[in-house]
C-alpha cells in the first residue's frame, strides 16, 4: 500500500511539472506503472477501476485516456498517444474488460473508443491514426489485430511509406475470434461473428458470420443455418 500511495504521489508531481491533468478515482497497482504525460495531456480513471500490474502509460501533447468505471485492465498493458496539436484519444468505456498483454495506441490525432461492457483478449493490439469504434458488449478473443491504417505499396522501403488511412468501425454485441485481422476501412455491423484467424478486408452486414482468409460469408445468425 505504502508503494501504491508514493508511485500515485510521484504521479501527481510529474502531471503537475509537465502541465497534465489527472482525475483519479479508481486504479490499482500504481507502483509498477511506467508514466509519461505530456503538457495538455489528461488520464481520467473513473470509480471502481482496477489496472493490472507493469502498465505503461504514455500521452503525448493533448492527448487524452479515460477508464469508465469498474472496468478491469490486466498485466502488461501499454495504453500510447502521440503528440499532436487535435490530441489522440484513447477511451473505454464502462465495465470493459481487458486481460493481460494489450496494447491500444493512437497516432497524431487520431480516436480510440470502446463503447460499454467490451471484453478484450489477451495480446490484442488496436491501432488508430484517424478512427477505430467499438460498439458496446463487443467481445474479442485472443490476439485480435485492428488496425486503421496501412502502408502504401510500391516505396522501397516499405517502413518509411506514408499510411492510406480509413475509419475503422465495429458495431455492438460482435463477436470476434482469436487471431482475427481487421484492415482499415472496416465496417463490421452489429451482432457479426468473424471466425478465428479471419483476415476482414471488406465490411461484413450486421448479423452475418464471416471466416477465412480473406473473410468470406458462411451464414446469417438470424438465418436459422
Request: glycine letters at 16%; one cysteine or more; proline letters at 2%.
Amino acid at each position: 500500500m505504502l508503494a501504491r500511495w508514493l508511485c500515485r504521489q510521484r504521479l501527481k508531481l510529474h502531471a503537475r511539472k509537465r502541465g497534465a491533468r489527472l482525475l483519479l478515482s479508481g486504479g490499482a497497482a500504481y507502483e509498477s506503472l511506467e508514466f509519461g504525460l505530456a503538457r495538455h495531456a489528461c488520464w481520467q480513471l473513473d470509480e471502481g477501476v482496477v489496472l493490472g500490474r507493469d502498465g505503461l502509460l504514455s500521452l503525448g501533447e493533448h492527448g487524452v485516456c479515460s477508464v469508465g468505471a469498474h472496468s478491469r485492465v490486466g498485466r502488461r498493458w501499454a495504453m500510447q498517444t502521440t503528440d499532436d496539436p487535435h490530441g489522440g484519444v484513447i477511451a473505454l468505456g464502462r465495465r470493459c474488460r481487458l486481460e493481460d498483454d494489450v496494447r491500444l495506441l493512437t497516432f497524431g490525432g487520431g480516436r480510440l473508443l470502446v463503447a460499454d461492457d467490451c471484453f478484450i483478449g489477451w495480446g490484442t493490439m488496436i491501432a488508430a491514426q484517424q478512427s477505430v469504434a467499438i460498439g458496446a458488449g463487443t467481445a474479442m478473443a485472443e490476439y485480435v489485430s485492428i488496425r486503421d491504417h496501412n502502408h502504401r505499396r510500391g516505396a522501397e522501403v516499405v517502413h518509411r511509406s506514408a499510411m492510406e488511412i480509413a475509419p475503422v468501425s465495429i458495431g455492438r454485441g460482435v463477436w470476434i475470434g482469436a487471431k482475427v485481422t481487421i484492415i482499415a476501412g472496416v465496417t463490421i455491423g452489429d451482432g457479426a461473428v468473424i471466425g478465428a484467424n479471419a483476415v476482414v478486408t471488406h465490411d461484413v452486414p450486421a448479423g452475418a458470420v464471416v471466416g477465412g482468409v480473406p473473410a468470406k460469408p458462411l451464414h446469417n445468425r438470424g438465418s436459422g443455418d
